[in-house]
């Protein structure tokens, strides 16, 4: 089931960080983007109404929490 977006909010971060989107749904689940892709560097990028949280970096899912924040320290890493 789909549920209507309550707000979207887009900031533009500069020409190398691109634009960011986050999603917050009446249900009470928020999604960020980056580009149009689920993305977050510092926490889940989606958090659901119930409390599950999904971990999710440059449109790629992990399944744990652990192997995200490596992904993270990596990708933090390359980007410079």
Same mark, same amino acid.
């Given at each position: 089931m789909?549920? =209507?977006?309550? @707000?979207k909010r887009y900031i533009k971060s500069g020409p190398f960080l691109g634009t960011k989107e986050i999603r917050s749904h009446i249900s009470g689940t928020k999604e960020? @983007?980056? *580009? !149009?892709?689920?993305? /977050?560097?510092?926490g889940p990028a989606i958090e659901w109404n119930? !409390?599950? /949280?999904?971990?999710? #970096? *440059? !449109? /790629?899912? @992990? #399944? =744990?929490?652990?192997?995200?924040?490596?992904?993270v320290k990596e990708y933090k890493t390359t980007k410079i």
């Open positions: 789909k549920t =209507s977006i309550r @707000f960020w @983007f980056l *580009n !149009g892709k689920l993305h /977050k560097e510092d119930d !409390g599950e /949280k999904e971990w999710w #970096l *440059n !449109g /790629k899912d @992990f #399944l =744990s929490e652990e192997v995200y924040w490596e992904a």
